[in-house]
């Protein structure tokens, strides 16, 4: 197990912060074409000018790969690669113990609820708080919180003291930790690799999240038929110690570090940075579009820890083996999806569309399946779909976002992605209750159709024509 210190690492000092500049940020404006590069209109360093310190000094690897130039980001990576595997397994543990202790299929609504609606609640402010303070220690400390979680559900399984309001109550804490933790994550990849690799430190960051997502519920499952359900929770309580020494040992000499937002502790100041972020991406057309299709495919489609387990157990006449390869088939798709980012498949608006509506089509498939192996294709390319468009969004939003920004809109992504879960899993819960889990899921599919149809047909330049250009009408006005 690897070991972190008793203190949070330490920010090198940087300059006093600043305003972002009234009008349009310095530089050319990108333009995102729903058939084009969202990297294309950004300015490329000039030779032999000074490069940024994430830059400099680093050795030649493949295209896909070339955001791991970058030390800081290998280590953080690693780190990530670690942990992610400790999270999925405790997601499969904890929606099996919910459904061991009660059997009820709300009750997984429930938990999803408690775990992501501080997230909808304070997930914007918290993007104020990523723009405000140092983003790694901001982390580290998330991050033993969230250990800390995991290693006390672990003790109530372990002494068969767990009781379904103890979840349901570590549930709500993590979705705290989460609020914080989430925005600063993704803002905080920019700092170690600058704006030449997001693109591809994105996708990288999607990887390893959905190998983790193969490895994660495929160990679970194999676990908790074998010797049961608290080496899960203990697993991931350690993992996260993995993230933490990946902060500590980073060099902060060799972060990008931004200005930070200058925030005053009273309301009104808190609300104009929260004006501010929310006005930036409801004036940039490709942003809010990606936005708008993500918040609507999350909330009704992607509630898979609500209607697995059940579609799992109920339906395919499974037990917890079987839902693990369930999650760890759609953890291929979205594995698959992810790499073909990174290796040049260009993030654009159409490859987010074709993502959402893969989502659709394979959950309404997948609530008449009846075939195991065919349930596992279909959550394959589920898995692919949420992917291709949630790493899209991802993309397109760090390429456009001015970095004073950065975690305010980042919050405005996290929010609805995770914060979206709540409504979510309590619609799913409530359909699967009254009319089982695959009429869930094909009400689910059919209204991410409906989401997609709708966007194609407002996307930036009209119905899909594929070489008119969307440029983003301005920056966010100033108070």
Same mark, same amino acid.
């Given at each position: 197990?690897?070991?972190?210190?008793?203190?949070?690492?330490?920010?090198?000092?940087?300059?006093?912060?600043?305003?972002?500049?009234?009008?349009?940020?310095?530089?050319?404006?990108?333009?995102?074409?729903?058939?084009?590069?969202?990297?294309?209109?950004?300015?490329?360093?000039?030779?032999?000018?000074?490069?940024?310190?994430?830059?400099?000094?680093?050795?030649?690897?493949?295209?896909?790969?070339?955001?791991?130039?970058?030390?800081?980001?290998?280590?953080?990576?690693?780190?990530?690669?670690?942990?992610?595997?400790?999270?999925?397994?405790?997601?499969?543990?904890?929606?099996?113990?919910?459904?061991?202790?009660?059997?009820?299929?709300?009750?997984?609504?429930?938990?999803?609820?408690?775990?992501?609606?501080?997230?909808?609640?304070?997930?914007?402010?918290?993007?104020? $708080?990523?723009?405000?303070?140092?983003?790694?220690?901001?982390?580290?400390?998330?991050?033993?919180?969230?250990?800390?979680?995991?290693?006390?559900?672990?003790?109530?399984?372990?002494?068969?003291? *767990?009781?379904?309001?103890?979840?349901?109550?570590?549930?709500?804490?993590?979705?705290?930790?989460?609020?914080?933790?989430?925005?600063?994550?993704?803002?905080?990849?920019?700092?170690?690799?600058?704006?030449?690799?997001?693109?591809?430190?994105?996708?990288?960051?999607?990887? $390893?999240?959905?190998?983790?997502?193969? !490895?994660?519920?495929?160990?679970?499952?194999?676990?908790?038929?074998?010797?049961?359900?608290?080496?899960?929770?203990?697993?991931?309580?350690?993992?996260?110690?993995?993230?933490?020494?990946?902060?500590?040992?980073?060099?902060?000499?060799?972060?990008?570090?931004?200005?930070?937002?200058?925030?005053?502790?009273?309301?009104?100041?808190?609300?104009?940075?929260?004006?501010?972020?929310?006005?930036?991406?409801?004036?940039?057309?490709?942003?809010?579009?990606?936005?708008?299709?993500?918040?609507?495919?999350?909330?009704?489609?992607?509630?898979?820890?609500?209607?697995?387990?059940?579609?799992?157990?109920?339906?395919?006449?499974?037990?917890?083996?079987?839902?693990?390869?369930?999650?760890?088939?759609?953890?291929?798709?979205?594995?698959?999806?992810?790499?073909?980012?990174?290796?040049?498949?260009?993030?654009?608006?159409?490859?987010?569309?074709?993502?959402?509506?893969?989502?659709?089509?394979?959950?309404?498939?997948?609530?008449?399946?009846?075939?195991?192996?065919?349930?596992? !294709?279909?959550?394959?390319?589920?898995?692919?779909?949420? !992917?291709?468009?949630?790493?899209?969004?991802?993309?397109?939003?760090?390429?456009? *976002?001015?970095?004073?920004?950065?975690?305010?809109?980042?919050?405005?992504?996290?929010?609805?992605?995770?914060?979206?879960?709540? !409504?979510?899993?309590?619609?799913?819960?409530?359909?699967?209750?009254?009319?089982?889990?695959?009429?869930?899921?094909?009400?689910?599919?059919?209204?991410?159709?409906?989401?997609?149809?709708?966007?194609?047909?407002?996307?930036?330049?009209?119905?899909?024509?594929?070489?008119?250009?969307?440029?983003?009408?301005?920056?966010?006005?100033?108070?």
């Amino acid at each position: 197990m690897i070991g972190g210190p008793t203190e949070p690492p330490t920010e090198p000092p940087t300059e006093p912060p600043t305003e972002p500049p009234a009008g349009p940020p310095a530089g050319p404006t990108p333009e995102v074409d729903p058939e084009g590069d969202p990297r294309e209109g950004f300015r490329e360093p000039v030779p032999g000018e000074p490069l940024p310190p994430a830059v400099a000094g680093t050795t030649r690897l493949p295209r896909g790969l070339s955001s791991l130039r970058h030390r800081n980001f290998r280590l953080f990576w690693s780190g990530q690669l670690v942990s992610l595997i400790g999270t999925w397994m405790q997601q499969v543990g904890q929606a099996w113990l919910v459904l061991q202790l009660t059997g009820d299929p709300l009750a997984l609504g429930i938990v999803a609820a408690a775990q992501f609606t501080p997230v909808l609640i304070l997930g914007l402010f918290a993007g104020i $708080v990523a723009d405000a303070m140092p983003k790694r220690r901001l982390l580290f400390w998330t991050q033993s919180a969230a250990a800390l979680l995991a290693l006390i559900l672990g003790v109530l399984v372990q002494t068969d003291s *767990v009781q379904v309001w103890h979840v349901y109550l570590l549930a709500l804490a993590l979705g705290v930790v989460n609020s914080l933790d989430m925005p600063a994550r993704q803002a905080f990849v920019v700092e170690m690799v600058g704006r030449a690799d997001i693109a591809n430190a994105v996708a990288l960051n999607s990887a $390893v999240f959905n190998g983790s997502r193969i !490895i994660g519920p495929a160990i679970a499952g194999v676990t908790i038929a074998s010797i049961g359900l608290a080496p899960l929770f203990f697993v991931n309580a350690a993992s996260y110690m993995a993230v933490m020494a990946s902060l500590v040992l980073m060099r902060p000499s060799e972060l990008i570090t931004p200005a930070r937002a200058t925030v005053e502790r009273t309301w009104r100041s808190v609300l104009d940075h929260l004006t501010e972020g929310l006005r930036y991406v409801r004036g940039n057309p490709p942003i809010f579009l990606s936005i708008s299709v993500l918040a609507v495919v999350a909330t009704f489609a992607l509630n898979f820890q609500v209607l697995i387990p059940l579609l799992a157990r109920d339906v395919l006449g499974g037990q917890a083996d079987t839902f693990g390869f369930l999650m760890a088939a759609s953890g291929i798709g979205s594995l698959t999806a992810a790499l073909s980012i990174a290796f040049g498949q260009r993030p654009t608006l159409r490859l987010l569309l074709a993502g959402a509506g893969a989502v659709g089509l394979a959950l309404i498939a997948l609530g008449v399946s009846r075939f195991v192996p065919l349930s596992m !294709i279909l959550m394959f390319v589920a898995g692919w779909g949420l !992917i291709a468009m949630a790493a899209t969004t991802n993309t397109i939003i760090q390429l456009a *976002v001015p970095d004073v920004l950065r975690g305010r809109v980042m919050s405005v992504y996290t929010t609805v992605f995770a914060g979206s879960v709540p !409504i979510g899993g309590l619609f799913a819960g409530t359909v699967a209750a009254a009319a089982g889990a695959p009429m869930a899921l094909v009400l689910g599919g059919a209204i991410s159709l409906l989401a997609v149809v709708v966007a194609f047909f407002r996307l930036p330049g009209g119905g899909g024509v594929p070489n008119l250009r969307a440029i983003p009408r301005r920056h966010a006005p100033q108070r």
